[in-house]
């Protein structure tokens, strides 16, 4: 794979066209040097990699900073290389600023810090963020103009290291490497659903720097402190002091927090609270009210504060999904338009932010569905068109044509699709990515936001962490990952090579999995997994597809085998927990829906008999037994899956909103246990021959 990654490269990454005579030629070259077939594959793929034959061993050196005075940034890259070649290799290297012929690896940042994005950044060779790497006989040297290109000189050749101990080395190499999108992010929702605990988005920070990512928007309706509202979600919020501690965690990291705010619509948290009800276009509702002078005072107070808060060049003020807008419109009167009102709000905030330094993003959605908006956007605007669909529209021509036609600067943003999944649906996340990617580039994209949603609030956000490695790695390469390799080079970063193989077949069936149990349910999978299978359309439906859920199944538990041999072969089970969470809940899902087609086809057996088939009661039976039945299999397994779920919660997040959660798992124990009970009930009273009730019935509706 790794000789097939290289003349990919080669070929493909950089158009260059070859005389098919000379590419076989190139083929045989490469086949007759066993180790450049077995080189590491890099995530992100560098753009220019030329191995050589010979290695470094890496016990012999040390790591040497350039710099006489080095900065903090250059230290914390010198200690993250070391730290990293430790895990890779259980050898510690010494920092020192060793002269002479002693082998070294040397950090060399040749101009100034430029440690996070700012507005107005190029990508590609001449880029901030460019970096240079040549591996000789005597050494290595990793050389940037700036301290982000450094960090991300020291990311690709940890990635680079061969074999552990005395024997580890690092092929000799030139790579020269650089971003093809200036703005690499992700966004995580702290509001819709969970909040994060701090420890956690240090975490997700960590993750996103791994893979070359410099932006993380931190998606907060009501859920950072203000001063001056201590009604507004103090049980669901981050302190200034936390944000604060973020913002300095992921600055070393070269990545660059962007709060990402609701200025308009979703805002339901603040308006449900009495005395700002006012504020809303209705009473409770979830915009604020554009007519209302009271709302023009609070959103200049809170623009100023989060200004004071986020030291970034940049900000994300919102303007999505305003539902309300049109009614809104009609109840100011006849010469009020949903343009004018949109306009009106969105100039009155970017404008208080431009003043404070800022660079403007907003979604594209309502700028795109209202005529004459467009027009009149404030100056200055980064629009952000999201859609979370690779079909039917791959060239996304509905969001970005109008951003095109007006000249409007813009961030494309695919998502992680598992805000309504019980496992994330990689597949299509990773399609969303690309096409996106694609489409962006000819609308003159210059970055890509890959969005984190919590919309059924049950997710558990670290299984979507290998979403998160493939957009920042798509966003540096600007070109389509290679996916039939990518579980295995995510993994290969993380684990040993052992654990990564294990890893990257569980993460091949947890997604192989959730697709076939979306044949059955649709794609909205843990949204449908609470329902009453019995109910009779949905058991058709479950009926007609039985050989999908026996497949999910089966998918299902092959991924917990490998992550069961992940942990044996060194495997953190702390990183893999909420993947092994999953794995069961679409194993449970999976068997409760074939369990239900079980039991129905055997009930609708015996309603053809008229309750005369004794045969038919001992099969029905024995699904109700207290020894072994089907109805049991599923109590034990939610016995399993209720504190395994609470767990992973509280791994990532505060209890906020938890009990909500408990409580499905509560309700579908309970629903067995009622299904149980009533059955049994109906057995003491029958008699062979009386006409048979409805299972849904007996089933009860939940």
């Not at 988005?201 to 990512?213: P, S, Y």
């Not at 008999?609 to 009661?617: F, P, Q, S, T, V």
């Amino acid at each position: 794979m790794a000789r097939y990654r290289l003349l990919r490269h080669i070929r493909f990454k950089h158009g260059v066209s070859v005389n098919p005579c000379k590419l076989f030629g190139w083929i045989l070259a490469f086949a007759s040097v066993p180790s450049l077939a077995a080189h590491n594959s890099l995530l992100p793929l560098p753009q220019h990699v030329d191995y050589k034959p010979g290695d470094l061993q890496i016990a012999s050196l040390s790591i040497k900073l350039a710099s006489a005075h080095p900065s903090k940034p250059d230290l914390f890259a010198a200690a993250e290389l070391q730290r990293k070649l430790l895990e890779r290799t259980g050898v510690r290297l010494p920092i020192s600023q060793a002269r002479g012929n002693q082998h070294l690896i040397t950090l060399d940042r040749t101009g100034a810090l430029q440690e996070l994005p700012e507005p107005h950044e190029d990508p590609g060779p001449n880029s901030r963020e460019s970096y240079q790497i040549q591996v000789g006989p005597s050494g290595a040297i990793i050389r940037s103009r700036s301290s982000a290109g450094v960090f991300y000189g020291v990311q690709t050749l940890a990635q680079m290291v061969e074999g552990r101990g005395e024997r580890a080395v690092l092929p000799e190499a030139s790579i020269q490497d650089w971003p093809a999108l200036a703005y690499r992010g992700i966004m995580v929702d702290m509001s819709e659903g969970q909040l994060a605990t701090e420890k956690e988005v240090e975490r997700q920070i960590d993750h996103l720097a791994l893979w070359k990512g410099n932006q993380y928007y931190l998606y907060s309706e009501d859920s950072i402190e203000l001063k001056g509202y201590p009604l507004l979600n103090p049980d669901a919020r981050f302190s200034k002091d936390q944000i604060r501690r973020i913002i300095a965690y992921a600055n070393e990291r070269h990545v660059d927090v962007v709060p990402c705010l609701e200025f308009y619509g979703h805002q339901h948290d603040l308006f449900r609270i009495e005395k700002y009800s006012d504020l809303a276009d209705f009473p409770h509702g979830g915009e604020f009210d554009p007519t209302n002078g009271k709302v023009r005072e609070l959103l200049d107070d809170w623009v100023d504060q989060y200004a004071a808060i986020f030291p970034s060049r940049f900000v994300h003020i919102g303007f999505d999904e305003t539902w309300e807008i049109s009614r809104a419109a009609k109840k100011a009167g006849p010469n009020t338009t949903p343009a004018r009102l949109f306009v009106a709000q969105m100039d009155t905030v970017a404008r208080r932010f431009q003043k404070h330094g800022k660079t403007v993003l907003a979604w594209a959605d309502i700028m795109v569905k209202y005529p004459g908006i467009m027009e009149h956007l404030p100056q200055g605007i980064v629009a952000v068109p999201w859609y979370y669909e690779p079909d039917p529209d791959p060239q996304y021509r509905q969001w970005l044509d109008p951003l095109i036609a007006h000249n409007v600067p813009n961030f494309v943003a695919p998502g992680v699709t598992m805000f309504n999944q019980i496992a994330p649906n990689f597949a299509k996340s990773f399609r969303n990515i690309d096409t996106f990617l694609s489409a962006g580039k000819k609308a003159r994209t210059t970055g890509l936001i890959n969005t984190f949603w919590t919309d059924d609030q049950m997710e558990l956000r670290r299984s979507g962490w290998p979403g998160m490695a493939y957009g920042a790695a798509a966003g540096w390469e600007g070109a389509d990952v290679d996916r039939s390799n990518f579980f295995l080079q995510c993994a290969e970063t993380l684990y040993t090579a052992e654990a990564a193989a294990e890893v990257a077949q569980g993460l091949q069936q947890l997604s192989a999995a959730e697709l076939s149990l979306e044949k059955t349910l649709g794609s909205d999978t843990m949204i449908k997994l609470w329902r009453n299978p019995f109910q009779p359309t949905l058991w058709e439906n479950l009926e007609l597809h039985k050989d999908d859920l026996h497949q999910t199944r089966l998918l299902a538990e092959e991924a917990q085998q490998h992550f069961a041999s992940a942990v044996s072969q060194g495997a953190n089970p702390q990183d893999l927990n909420s993947l092994v969470f999953d794995s069961r809940m679409l194993d449970y899902a999976g068997m409760k829906a074939l369990y239900a087609v079980e039991i129905g086809e055997l009930w609708e057996q015996q309603i053809a008999k008229d309750g005369h088939d004794e045969d038919l009661w001992d099969r029905i039976d024995l699904a109700f037994s207290t020894t072994h039945g089907k109805i049991n299999d599923l109590t034990d397994s939610l016995s399993w899956l209720q504190p395994a779920y609470k767990e992973n919660w509280l791994a990532e997040y505060t209890p906020y909103r938890l009990a909500t959660a408990m409580a499905k798992f509560d309700m579908e124990y309970q629903t067995w246990l009622h299904f149980k009970r009533r059955y049994g009930q109906f057995r003491e009273s029958y008699k062979q021959g009386a006409s048979l009730p409805k299972l849904s019935d007996l089933a009860g509706d939940n």
